[in-house]
Every structure is written in structure tokens, then in C-alpha cells.
């Protein structure tokens, strides 16, 4: 078996020739050392990076609302005359209890009177109790367009995201 050692002694004439050229631009008697006197010093260390804010805080700001209407009109119409009905039946009760005598009958005009302001103050009370309720639901303020008109929007750091809800 029969090695061809040429490509060896080629290589090592390639190394040898380009040494002496790679050296050119040192000064004469110059001998590399690497001890720490014959080094330059080190470039001084750059500065420290600015101190700046670690959190960052997102502005929450309300978009601005598109036109509204009153939920249900009707309801909260009803439900202010019903609350205005109790309460002058509660103001009425109030007054008819206040002329009433003092002492207590059962056959005499008084025990009527008292029977009716009790119903008074029972059904004014019970139609302001209802009135109310019905004209807050009625009067509350929603969009004049519908809900899946109108897309939410997502935004944050890293992305952001448009949502449509049918």
C-alpha cells in the first residue's frame, strides 16, 4: 500500500513562505511578549447605562360614547306616574291619619277614615316600591346603535385585537 506523502511537504513550504510576510510590518528584534508590563492597558470601561423607568404605565382613557337613547321610554314614563301616584297617596294617608281622634271606635266615622288611610299608605307605599325599579330599568341610557355595530378594541405592548360579538 503506497501512501503519496507530497501534499505534506507542500503545505509545510505554503506555511513556511507566508510567515515572513505576515511579520513584514514588525519592527526588527522585535520578540512577542506576554507579560502583563509589555501590554498596553485596557480601554476604559464604557460608561453605565442611563438609570431609566423599570415599569411602565398604560393610560386608560374612555373612548368617547356614541349617541344614546333611554332604554324603554314607556316603562319609565309608567314607572313615574306609578312612583308619583304612591307618594301622593302616602301624603294623602299621612293626612287623613293625622285628622283622626284620638280615641278608637268601631261603629263611628273615625274607623272608617282609619281603614282608608291605612289602604293609603299601604297602596302608596307598595306603588313607590314598584314605580321606582320600573322607571330606573325604563330611563338607563344604551346605545342608539346595536352592540355588534360597534367592535371592541384590545390594545397592549406586545399586539392588539379588534372583537366583533354577534
Known sequence: MRRNLLPLPLAFALVSLA?????????????PSDTAEDL?????????????PTTYTVEQRELPEGPTKMA?????????ILAGV????IVTGLVIRADLPETECTNCPAAEKRSASLGLLIGGGLGMLIG?????????????EPSWA?????????????????
Open 72 to 80: 324603554s321610554p314607556a316603562a319609565f314614563y309608567v314607572g313615574t
Open 19 to 31: 510567515s515572513p510576510a505576515a511579520r513584514a510590518d514588525e519592527p526588527p528584534g522585535w520578540v
Open 150 to 166: 360597534r367592535p371592541k378594541v384590545f390594545i397592549s405592548p406586545r399586539g392588539g385585537a379588534l372583537q366583533w360579538t354577534f
Open 132 to 144: 321606582i325599579p320600573i322607571a330606573a330599568v325604563g330611563g338607563r341610557k344604551v346605545p342608539d
Open 40 to 52: 498596553p492597558p485596557p480601554p476604559p470601561a464604557p460608561p453605565p447605562p442611563r438609570p431609566g
Open 86 to 89: 304612591g307618594l301622593l297617596g
